[in-house]
């Protein structure tokens, strides 16, 4: 039988939760200020279609993907990642 979740890994998963819908939200509005389809803004960051789309999305992004987007859309980290996403 599979173990159930404790409160503090309940919460934890909330929090990266959290942090990702946040920041997905942060860039996908970044990329909608700059007036940049999310095929061109993968292009630019050297990334996979699919993983910006997942970034946007909320489901996944690391801190080189966000400095690789920042940089091809010519923000800061901090625009990418409000300091409200932060734990």
């Known amino acids: ?7 503090k890994d309940a919460i934890a998963v909330a929090e990266r939760v ?3 819908t946040t920041v997905g939200i942060a860039v996908r ?3 909608t ?5 999310q095929g061109e803004l993968a292009k630019r960051a050297g990334l996979a279609s699919s993983t910006l ?5 909320g489901r996944t992004c690391s801190l080189l993907c966000l400095t690789k987007i920042a940089h091809a859309l010519d ?3 901090d ?9």
């Open 1 to 7: 039988p599979g173990e159930r979740m404790g409160h």
């Open 18 to 20: 959290h942090f990702l």
């Open 29 to 31: 509005d970044a990329r």
């Open 33 to 37: 200020r700059a007036g940049v389809a």
């Open 53 to 57: 789309f997942a970034v946007e999305d």
């Open 75 to 77: 923000v800061t980290l």
């Open 79 to 87: 625009e990418l990642v409000p300091v409200d996403a932060l734990p």
